[in-house]
Structure formats: structure tokens, C-alpha cells
């Protein structure tokens, strides 16, 4: 069974031009087909889900389109916070939260809280995140308990690094999804620790029209392989 999808939900911006309207309805609409995302995995029974949603290089972006977005998460959680609770849906951020402001931190912190305890599906979302930033953090990590004394070099094992990452206690991921046509057939700094064995699916569509029917073939292309992990 699956047990962990990782999505990169690309084409929003691409979709609003496409539709000649301006980008933040493009990130609207893409928001939308993140609750359908958590919906459908419920009812495939995916316990774990990812999503790249803001990756530490989209920074690069203008001042308003930041804002939007988080305004835009903002807007999501404060509304759908007690449906995630009704539904079993856990929230968390993984990535780099030094360059959040105050009050975004104190949206995390809620919506982290007030689902910490929901079982069905834990929703991980990829924010200020980047791949290679995240290994590095976690090497300062494991420098610092050397230091200390709590660590012995001789004893970290692949195991033990992954206690430092962001998705410590989350399994690796077992299918990656990933929208946006073929000129974006690449994982783009999403997860390299733990997606070394995921199946690879690219959708032709953009983000904000990914379908429940999509989805099913993305489930369908994981389950007729036969996998080898390596071996």
C-alpha cells in the first residue's frame, strides 16, 4: 500500500495566463485543488501526504505575490481549521521558518496545534522549503550535538540522520507527483532524502486542473510496478 505521496504543485501562474486572468487567481484556484488533494487521498487511505507549496527560491518572487500567498494560507487554514479536525487531517510545515514573519508564525503554530492529535492523514506542506537547506540544517544539527557531547560520530547511521530532517517519523516517500507538462520532468530540490526509491509520476496538466481522475492514474501507474527498492 501506499503509505506517503509527495506532490509539487506546478502550473498555477501558467494557468492564470493560459486563462488570461491575473496570478493570484491562478494561486486561488490552486489552493482549491489542495483540499481536493487531501480529500482524495482520505479515500484512498494514504496516510501521508506532501506538498512542495513554496520552495526557498520563489522568494525570488515580487513582494505582492509573496503576500498572496501567505494571505492566501492564512485565509485557508483560519476556514478549513476545524474541517481538518472533523476529517482526521493533521497539519505540518516542514522548511526553513527563520524568514516568517510573526504573525504567519502564529497561523503555523495554530493550525499545528490545533491538529496535532488528528490520525487519518498528516499533511505535510513544504513552505520556504528547499531539499539541499534542508540537509544542511540538519548537518548544523548533528554538528552542534558532537559538540555537546549528546552525539557520537561514530554512531550516526542513516537512521540517525534522519532524526534531524524535517520529516523525522515520516516514512520515505513511495510515489512522487508532479504537475505541469513535460518541460518540468524533475524533482526541482523536493525531498532528495526521501524520494531516493519513489516512483515518479509527471502529469500533463497544470496544478490548478489536477482531477480526482488524474490522481486515480497516478495511483494506478504506482501499483503496476513492481519494485525493487535497490535490490
Excluded at 520515505?172 to 531516493?196: C, H, K, M, Y
Aim: with cysteine; hydrophobic share 40%; aromatic share 10%.
Amino acid at each position: 500500500m501506499i503509505q506517503h505521496i509527495g506532490v509539487i504543485m506546478d502550473g498555477n501562474r501558467r494557468w492564470a495566463k493560459a486563462h488570461k486572468l491575473e496570478i493570484a487567481m491562478g494561486h486561488n484556484q490552486g489552493a482549491e485543488n489542495f483540499g481536493n488533494l487531501c480529500d482524495w487521498c482520505l479515500q484512498e487511505g494514504v496516510p501521508y501526504v506532501t506538498v512542495y507549496a513554496f520552495s526557498t527560491e520563489n522568494w525570488k518572487r515580487t513582494d505582492k505575490e509573496i503576500n498572496h500567498l501567505f494571505g492566501l494560507m492564512e485565509k485557508y487554514f483560519l476556514e478549513e481549521k476545524t474541517k481538518c479536525v472533523e476529517k482526521g487531517v493533521r497539519i505540518s510545515i516542514i522548511g526553513e521558518r527563520d524568514r516568517f514573519s510573526a504573525r504567519v508564525m502564529s497561523i503555523i503554530t495554530d493550525i499545528e496545534t490545533t491538529t496535532k492529535d488528528c490520525k487519518k492523514l498528516q499533511v505535510q506542506i513544504a513552505l520556504s522549503y528547499g531539499g539541499r537547506d534542508e540537509i544542511t540544517r540538519a548537518v548544523k544539527k548533528i554538528a552542534a550535538d558532537v559538540a555537546r557531547g549528546s552525539l557520537r560520530i561514530d554512531n550516526l547511521t542513516e537512521a540517525s540522520f534522519e532524526k534531524y530532517l524535517d520529516t523525522a517519523g515520516v516514512p520515505d516517500v513511495d510515489l512522487v507527483i508532479r504537475t505541469g507538462g513535460a518541460e518540468n520532468r524533475r524533482l526541482s530540490n523536493f525531498l532528495p532524502w526521501q524520494t531516493v526509491y519513489a516512483e515518479l509520476f509527471f502529469s500533463d496538466l497544470l496544478w490548478p486542473e489536477f482531477t480526482q481522475a488524474e490522481f486515480n492514474r497516478a495511483i494506478a501507474y504506482y501499483y503496476s510496478i513492481k519494485r525493487k527498492l535497490g535490490k
